[in-house]
């Protein structure tokens, strides 16, 4: 795991400096940090609102006795596109964007609902509960 991260650290941001090179030859320089500007305002709006949206189905769910797993999934999902966001790049950008919007982030949440399942089966991931 802490390999992929590693790489994924280096890799990412070189092809973010390609991708955001060769959009300044291609359109040019000030429509560029325009692009970066905006995709970043509007990333914030989103994952603001989704996110608020979350916490109200979590609160709402739990008072109503429910556990909110799938709740828990979506604010994984926001909070982690929300942070791509932040980060200057067409391609995190894209990521975070997908992570936001509802109807995507349903294939994000199948993965994450797998991985955990195949972290616990594998003893790499253990709840603890209280007595």
Excluded at 76 to 101: M, N
């Amino acid at each position: 795991m802490f390999r992929i991260l590693l790489l994924l650290i280096i890799i990412v941001p070189a092809i973010e400096i390609a991708v955001l090179i060769l959009s300044g030859n291609l359109i040019g320089v000030w429509p560029t940090i325009f692009l970066i500007i905006a995709t970043g305002i509007l990333g914030a709006w989103l994952a603001k609102k989704e996110g608020l949206q979350a916490l109200r189905l979590a609160q709402l769910q739990t008072q109503q006795g429910q556990l909110p797993s799938g709740v828990i999934l979506d604010g994984i999902c926001i909070l982690i596109g929300g942070v791509v966001l932040l980060t200057p790049g067409f391609i995190t950008d894209a990521i975070g964007f997908f992570l936001l919007i509802p109807k995507t982030r349903t294939f994000a949440k199948a993965l994450l609902l797998k991985l955990f399942h195949s972290m616990i089966k594998n003893g790499r991931f253990v709840i603890m509960t209280k007595k």
